[in-house]
T-cell receptor, first 114, second 115 residues
Framework: AQKITQTQPGMFVQEKEAVTLDCTYDTSDPSYGLFWYKQPSSGEMIFLIYQGSYDQQNATEGRYSLNFQKARKSANLVISASQLGDSAMYFCAMREPLQGKLIFGQGTELSVKP | EPEVTQTPSHQVTQMGQEVILRCVPISNHLYFYWYRQILGQKVEFLVSFYNNEISEKSEIFDDQFSVERPDGSNFTLKIRSTKLEDSAMYFC?????????????FGDGTRLSIL
């Protein structure tokens, strides 16, 4: 069965610094997709970045980048130049290949300090 | 930018009552999903819907739950006889068709409170 693990319940980072949020996954399927979503305190789920299992390069999207290490089954999110508005819950998710449902990790609550 | 719309944003219902949560997915999307997030916990998959039928459902999605796409735009989740443990945030999501790297786009959620 597929599984996503986020081992950091909470993280603090100073404004303007970079932060890495950890995500490891487990799957026996060679084809999969990994997603990161941001959930502010208002509750909505905002898509941030995607990494496909066959992608040769690490995904980047503005200040977000994904440190994808396939052999280690990790897909860590790196946020550069943190801003106060980055304070939120961050979820890593894996897309199941057949029906496309997302399996989510427990989330990491990021707090950005001024 | 097109978005997934959910109504109502907050629903308060007496235990045992029926509730219908509504969603308008992005217009050219073909796959639709409902997820649930109990307060402080992770997001859990409930059901996926494609080509006017359920394509997969989780063990949470028992006989009390049903989904419908009554017309070309709405996608509804019905809970027939609500229980206290149904209190949660319910998210609708949609994605464009095909096996692709396109993400699921989520609505802002409906917070369901069962009294």
């Amino acid at each position: 069965a597929q599984k996503i693990t986020q081992t950091q319940p909470g993280m603090f980072v100073q404004e303007k610094e970079a932060v890495t949020l950890d995500c490891t996954y487990d799957t026996s399927d060679p084809s999969y997709g990994l997603f990161w979503y941001k959930q502010p305190s208002s509750g909505e789920m905002i898509f941030l970045i995607y990494q496909g299992s066959y992608d040769q390069q690490n995904a980047t999207e503005g200040r977000y980048s994904l440190n994808f290490q396939k052999a280690r089954k990790s897909a860590n999110l790196v946020i550069s130049a943190s801003q106060l508005g980055d304070s939120a819950m961050y979820f890593c998710a894996m897309r199941e290949p057949l029906q496309g449902k997302l399996i989510f990790g427990q989330g990491t609550e990021l707090s950005v300090k001024p | 930018e097109p978005e997934v719309t959910q109504t109502p944003s907050h629903q308060v219902t007496q235990m045992g009552q029926e509730v219908i949560l509504r969603c308008v997915p992005i217009s050219n999307h073909l796959y639709f999903y409902w997820y649930r997030q109990i307060l402080g916990q992770k997001v859990e998959f409930l059901v996926s819907f494609y080509n006017n039928e359920i394509s997969e459902k989780s063990e949470i999605f028992d006989d009390q739950f049903s989904v419908e796409r009554p017309d070309g735009s709405n996608f509804t989740l019905k809970i027939r006889s609500t229980k206290l443990e149904d209190s949660a945030m319910y998210f609708c999501a949609s994605r464009i068709g095909g096996y692709s790297n396109q993400p699921q786009h989520f609505g802002d959620g409906t917070r369901l409170s069962i009294l």
